[in-house]
């Protein structure tokens, strides 16, 4: 980003702000609803149109404010918080049907998106309402993608502070563990583990938590070596306290902060994870949708014919990830510095 | 040397501990094998003949050992589906598509992300600089299944420049194989491409603030010699421990690949294996695999002391 100019033109600022707000809506506008050109084409359109929309927001927002602001950090919180709060109120919401064939017999099977219908995202294949699913589809993406990041950081990081500690045969033994960990790529592991494993929500969250663990550890691992040999780990030692309590007191408070900072960086990793999963069928079983699953029904020509089968749980998916790395990059600019760059 | 032999003992400790661990899965299967092989209704002797000749009454520990010492001589089984091939066979068969698919991968994003970033770095701050970067930043949340099934839209079905579900082996027809490779080979590229684009961005920036940089500048070379000789190698470092980094994933979305285009290859024999519980081909490509990972990543780690010096004695 460029540095800010000090001395903003507000009138000018306002003006082509409100200029390029309007002329990216009419766009915006235009990509999504004219019936004339190709998809391809339609699909440009709209996100060009997306864009100068942005461009005019932050700049009518820089003329009103005098300052600067990181609109597109805050639109990604604001879909993170919709997209949480609407999975989990999903059972209470006026949505459509997201899983009972029986219920939609009389649906319309296949429909595209208008906005203004009962199903305003379309219908897939079997007239199941694709905003209900692709909703409901966040709900499992995010308790699996959730639970395994706790699970991964909460045993990652108590073995990283452990081996980090003691280190000698401990460290080594713990060491060969998760490299062996991770000498199978994270897919193929997921993969192979989907042979025996029946793909529930609690297996699945167990086996991303495998991922989320080498990671985990060694970070956890880095920084207690690094705080281990600090002033006041020294003092708490002289002053008698046992091992435990160094650990629980004095290292793990230190380390919470870059593990945490990395967790919320993982999570994109596991969601895009599951919905690999998903996808290639190894994942959450048809009829209960998930953002893999559904991006999955548009294969084998469904696709050519109704994109909006790929694109609706696509852009859900797309918007989730990328409001998760967003906020994953803040949290290590601001929290592990060390890491950061990398 | 010491440190040497340290190492590759452990890189073998790895390994024995991945081994034991992929074999380990039968004992994790629901159901028995042997029925799954002989279907429901089966004799009852042919059901115990077959028991004894998968070795299924044997201990755990004596049967790893068979499958070891069958592996270190290059015998992995038979595939329990049918036609039931020789795993080795199987493997020898797909690994060379997959190993093209990802080599041709990474070679295309490096092709790609290396004048990426150096344009980005000498306009930093610039229109194109800030269109660049967030469209990296973008490319990086979209998983490579949906990336693929896009360029498959747009790209094999809709313009009709590539080929879809087909495969040309190299050996057979190399310009043709090339096409048929250039797309899959694209969809592996894009999340590497985002990757080194933005952190050869980020370092080239860094060198470009050097001192030697201002007086090469300051001697009148121009801008282009100043980056290709001078700041490319240097920031470079990053960028190889993140080509190390990025290994598994990249062969994630390789088996993504193959799968959507149907690819002759690991990850396509691998996906089918493990939807129908065929664990010894299961078994031999995940070997297989962990072998070829940590073998590559232990040749990046050695490769670091050539690319900076400064690395050759102090290990971190």
């Known amino acids: 980003m460029f540095m800010p100019d000090n001395s903003v033109n507000r009138p000018r600022t306002l003006a082509t702000g409100a200029a390029l707000l309007v002329a990216g809506i009419a766009l915006t506008a235009f990509g999504w609803s004219t019936p004339a050109l190709v998809l391809a084409v339609k699909a440009l359109l709209f996100l060009l149109g997306l864009a100068v929309t942005y461009q005019g927001l932050s700049r009518l927002l820089l003329g009103i404010r005098g300052k600067r602001t990181d609109l597109l950090f805050n639109l990604a919180m604001i879909w993170l918080v919709g997209i949480v709060l609407a999975a989990i109120l999903a059972p209470v919401l006026p949505l459509g049907e997201h899983n009972n064939v029986a219920a939609t017999l009389y649906e319309p099977i296949n429909m595209s998106p208008q906005l203004l219908t009962d199903h305003p995202l379309g219908t897939n294949n079997q007239g199941l309402d694709l905003l209900s699913r692709s909703i409901y589809g966040a709900r499992t993406s995010l308790v699996i993608s959730l639970l395994a990041i706790a699970i991964g950081t909460v045993v990652g990081g108590s073995i990283g502070v452990i081996a980090g500690y003691f280190r000698k045969g401990t460290d080594s033994i713990i060491g060969i563990f998760t490299n062996a960990l991770l000498a199978v790529p994270p897919l193929i592991l997921l993969i192979a583990l989907s042979t025996f494993l029946t793909p529930s929500t609690r297996n699945l969250a167990f086996a991303l938590s495998l991922l989320s663990i080498p990671g985990m550890v060694r970070l956890a691992r880095a920084n207690t070596i690094a705080f281990a040999q600090r002033e006041f780990v020294m003092a708490a030692r002289l002053m008698g306290a046992t091992r435990f309590r160094i650990m629980l007191r004095e290292l793990v408070p230190n380390v919470v902060l870059p593990v945490f900072s990395m967790a919320v960086v993982m999570i994109s990793v596991l969601i895009v994870a599951e919905a690999s999963l998903s996808f290639l069928g190894l994942g959450i079983q048809q009829p209960d949708p998930t953002w893999g699953n559904m991006v999955a029904e548009g294969e084998g020509g469904a696709m050519e014919d109704y994109p909006h089968i790929v694109l609706v749980p696509g852009t859900f998916l797309f918007l989730t990830v990328f409001a998760f790395n967003l906020l994953g990059e803040k949290a290590q600019q601001r929290w592990d510095t060390r890491s950061a760059k990398l | ?316």
């Open chain 2, 1 to 316: 040397m010491r440190r040497f032999l340290l190492r590759g003992g452990e890189l073998l400790a790895v390994l024995f501990v991945v081994s034991f661990g992929v074999f380990a899965m039968i004992t994790l299967m629901p159901g028995d094998p042997a029925v799954s092989i002989l279907g429901e209704g089966h004799p009852p002797e042919a059901y115990a003949e077959l028991r004894q000749e998968l070795g299924l009454n044997d201990p755990l520990l004596s049967r790893y050992w068979d499958w070891l010492s069958g592996a270190v001589t290059g015998d992995l089984g038979n595939s329990l589906v049918p036609p039931q091939s020789d795993v080795v066979d199987r493997i020898l068969g797909a690994f060379p598509v997959s190993l093209q698919l990802a080599v041709m991968g990474l070679v295309l994003a490096l092709l790609l992300a290396v004048p990426l970033a150096m344009w980005s770095a000498s306009h930093a701050g610039g229109a194109v600089d800030r269109i660049i970067s967030a469209s990296m930043f973008a490319t990086l949340s979209v998983p490579s299944f949906l990336a693929g099934l896009i360029l498959i839209m747009v790209f094999a079905n809709g313009l009709g420049w590539f080929p879809r579900a087909q495969w040309v082996r190299l050996g057979e027809d190399p310009i043709g194989n090339l096409h048929h490779a250039l797309l899959p080979a694209f969809v592996i590229a894009l999340t590497e491409l985002a990757l080194f684009t933005r952190i050869l961005r980020n370092d080239l920036i860094t060198t470009l603030n050097e001192d030697y940089i201002l007086a090469a500048r300051a001697k009148g070379m121009p801008p282009w010699r100043i980056m290709v000789t001078d700041a490319l190698r240097p920031s470079s470092f990053s960028l190889v421990t993140l080509m190390g980094l990025s290994l598994g994933r990249l062969i994630g979305s390789t088996v993504i690949v193959e799968y959507l285009f149907a690819l002759p290859g690991m990850g396509s024999m691998i996906i089918t294996a493990a939807n129908q519980g065929d664990f010894p081909l299961v078994q031999g490509a995940v070997l297989v695999i962990a072998i070829a990972y940590v073998a590559i990543n232990a040749t990046i780690d050695a490769s670091y002391g050539y690319l900076d010096p400064r690395t050759r004695r102090v290990h971190a």
